[in-house]
C-alpha cells in the first residue's frame, strides 16, 4: 500500500455508518454480560433465563464473533446451519426497535413460521448440529438486547442443544466473509470432528431474490461450499427460486489481459541506464509484487511513502539514490500530474529518463485485494506473512476521485500499462476468488 491518501485516518466506512461499527471492547461485552447482566442470574427479571443458554467468550482475532451455546451441543459431521432474522425468527429493524432496547423494556420476538422450532428438533434428532450463523452489526444497548433476545428464544426450545455465532464488526467474520464457518471447523475440529460439507446446509433470507435487502447469505454458502437454500424453499418446502441476482465484485468477471501492455517493451530496458520509473495505481493492485520480482536487486531503490513518511522525503531519498548511481522505483499510489511532477522534474534535471508504469486494474479490485489480504489468505499464507491491516476506504475512494491518467506529454519516455494477474498457489486463489465484501450489500 502506498499514498498520502493513507495517511487520512481511520475508515470512511465507520463514518458512513456509524452505528454499524463495534469494536473489540464491544464485542468483548459478552463476557461481562454473562457474568453481570440480570438475564443470566438467579435474580432474572422474566427475561427469560432458563439456565440453558450462555454467551462464551468471543472468538477471533479481535474477538469480534460472538459465541454462544444452548445446552451442551455435541460436534456432528452433519451441520445445518442457519442465518437468525428473517429465517429462525422474524427480522427486527428499524429505528422502533433500538428505541424500545433503550427503555430498558425486554426485547420482543417471534419464530419467522411457527414450524421453525420443531424443524430444528426434528433435525436435531436426526444426527445434525444445528448452528445459527448470523451479522450482527450492532453495539450498546441495541447488542444487549440482542443478546437477551437470543437468550429468549432459547427459553423457548430449552432441549435443542445448538450453537450461535455472531460476527458484531465489519472484518472477516461478517457473512459473506467465510471467518464464521473457519471458527466453527476449527471447534469442531477440536472435538476431532470434520464437517461434512456434502451433508450439511445453510438457510438464509440474504438470497439475492427480488424484494431480498442482500445477497449474502447466498454468497456465504458459495464462499464456504456448502448447499443454500431460503427459508421458503426450507421450511415451507417451496420450489428453490432459480432468479437471483448477487451484486458486487466477482473475480470471474475480471478481463484476462497480459501482465504487461504493450508486452514486447522490456520491463528494464537493455543497455541499462540510470532512470526513475513512477508507478501510479490503487493500493493493494500489486505494485509492491511487481517491484519485488522486476526491479529489486536489479539496481533500483524502492521509494515508498508508508515507510519513509513523507513526500519530501521520498524526493530526497529518490536524490540521494540517484546521487549513488542507482535508479529508482517510487511504489506510491502516484494518483495525480502534481505527484508525479516531482518525481519527473528531478529526471529532467539530471538528464536521465522518466518511465511510468500504470496499473490498470479497478477500485473494486483493489478494495478485494485488500479485504483478501487482510481477512481471507488462507492459514498456510498467513502464517508466512507479516499480519496487514486494512487500508482504509478513503483511500480508494480518495484515488479515484483525484486520479488522473498518466499521459506522455508528462514527459515519459514510456508509459507501460501493468494488468493485474492473480498469481499464487490453488488455495490462495481460491480464497482470493471468493466473494469478499464488507458493507452487507
Ligand atoms: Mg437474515
Not at 7 to 22: F, H, I, M, N, Y
Not at 318 to 333: H, I, M, W, Y
Amino acid at each position: 500500500m502506498s499514498s498520502s491518501a493513507l495517511q487520512a485516518g481511520p475508515s470512511t466506512l465507520s463514518k458512513k455508518r456509524p452505528a454499524e461499527d463495534v469494536d473489540a471492547l464491544e464485542a468483548s461485552k459478552g463476557r461481562k454480560l454473562a457474568k453481570d447482566h440480570p438475564f443470566f442470574s438467579n435474580s432474572s427479571k422474566g427475561f427469560g433465563s432458563t439456565g440453558t443458554f450462555q454467551w462464551h467468550k468471543p472468538l477471533g482475532a479481535r474477538s469480534t464473533c460472538l459465541y454462544g451455546t444452548n445446552l451442551t451441543p455435541t460436534c456432528s459431521s452433519k451441520v445445518a446451519a442457519f442465518d437468525l432474522d428473517g429465517t429462525l425468527i422474524k427480522p427486527s429493524f428499524g429505528k422502533g426497535a433500538v428505541k424500545k432496547a433503550s427503555k430498558g423494556s425486554p426485547p420482543t420476538w417471534e419464530w419467522w413460521r411457527d414450524k421453525v422450532p420443531s424443524t430444528l428438533k426434528e433435525l436435531s434428532s436426526e444426527g445434525y448440529s444445528i448452528v445459527i450463523i448470523s451479522n450482527q452489526a450492532i453495539k450498546g444497548v441495541a447488542l444487549t438486547t440482542w443478546e437477551e433476545k437470543v437468550g429468549l428464544m432459547a427459553a423457548a426450545i430449552p432441549s435443542l442443544p445448538f450453537r450461535i455465532l455472531a460476527a458484531v464488526a465489519k472484518d472477516e467474520n461478517r457473512k459473506p466473509m467465510p471467518g464464521m464457518w473457519n471458527e466453527l471447523t476449527r471447534i469442531f475440529q477440536e472435538e476431532g470432528v470434520e464437517i461434512d460439507k456434502a451433508a450439511s446446509f445453510f438457510v438464509g433470507d440474504a438470497a439475492g431474490r427480488d424484494g431480498d435487502f442482500a445477497s449474502t447469505d447466498r454468497k456465504w454458502a458459495l464462499n464456504v461450499d456448502l448447499s443454500f437454500f431460503t427459508p421458503e424453499e426450507f421450511f415451507l418446502k417451496q420450489p428453490s427460486q432459480i432468479k437471483f441476482k448477487l451484486d458486487g465484485f466477482n473475480v470471474v468477471n475480471l478481463p484476462q489481459l497480459p501482465l504487461f501492455s504493450p508486452p514486447h517493451t522490456p520491463v528494464i530496458p537493455e543497455p541499462r541506464q540510470q532512470e526513475i520509473v513512477i508507478f501510479v495505481g490503487y493500493p493493494g493492485i500489486g505494485k509492491s509484487t511487481i517491484y519485488q520480482r522486476y526491479f529489486a536487486g536489479m539496481g533500483y531503490a524502492r521509494i515508498n511513502q508508508d515507510t519513509l513518511g513523507s513526500r519530501p522525503k521520498c524526493i530526497a531519498a529518490v536524490e540521494r539514490a540517484l546521487q549513488e548511481g542507482l535508479s529508482c522505483v517510487v511504489d506510491n499510489t502516484n494518483r495525480d500530474i502534481q505527484t508525479r511532477k516531482y518525481y519527473v522534474d528531478i529526471a529532467r534535471k539530471l538528464r536521465i529518463s522518466a518511465r511510468c508504469f500504470f496499473f490498470t486494474g479497478s477500485m473494486e479490485l483493489a478494495w478485494h485485494n485488500n479485504l483478501y489480504r487482510a481477512y481471507n489468505l488462507p492459514p498456510s499464507k498467513a502464517a508466512r506473512e507479516d499480519k496487514r491491516d486494512l487500508v482504509p476506504y478513503l483511500a480508494f475512494t480518495s484515488f479515484r476521485s483525484n486520479h488522473e491518467e498518466p499521459t506522455l506529454s508528462e514527459g515519459y519516455s514510456e508509459i507501460k500499462e501493468v494488468n493485474w494477474v492473480f498469481e499464487g498457489t490453488e488455495e490462495e486463489k481460491k480464497c482470493w476468488s471468493m466473494w469478499l465484501q464488507i458493507e452487507g450489500k
